[in-house]
């Protein structure tokens, strides 16, 4: 079993709007707490880029493609990592990733399956 499940995708419209979760099932609060988390997507044919990360829910960065339009934040007692996204676009077709990271910006734990979020018409 994965460290990390993504879940929450789907097939929206452009402006649409779907919310992404990351649960960690098999970590332990005391693990799961301290971890700073990424959410990631690949396109096909292109590398897989960061997209938003938190350490708290009021420390967190964007990507420019994404600010304003995507809100990342997290639930300790859930253990789980949400990702908000509005007024999507066809150019946010990808997989959708979860991990928590190191201070050198590495991914801590191998990749789950992702959450497919395809934007079409």
């Known amino acids: 079993q994965a460290q990390l499940v993504e879940s929450g995708g789907g097939l929206v419209q452009p402006g649409g709007s779907l919310r992404l979760s990351c649960k960690a099932p098999r970590m332990i609060t005391s693990v799961f707490n301290p971890n700073q988390f990424g959410w990631y997507r690949q396109a096909p044919g292109k590398e897989r880029d960061l997209v938003a990360s938190?350490?708290?829910?009021?420390?967190?960065n964007y990507a420019d493609s994404v600010k304003g339009r995507f809100t990342i934040s997290r639930d300790n007692a859930r253990k789980t990592v949400y990702l908000q996204m509005n007024n999507l676009e066809p150019e946010d077709t990808a997989v959708y990733y979860c991990?928590?990271?190191?201070?050198?910006?590495?991914?801590?734990?191998?990749w789950g399956q992702g959450t497919q979020v395809i934007v079409s018409s």
């Open positions: 991990n928590a990271f190191t201070a050198t910006k590495q991914p801590k734990y191998n």
């Open positions: 938190i350490i708290t829910n009021s420390n967190t």
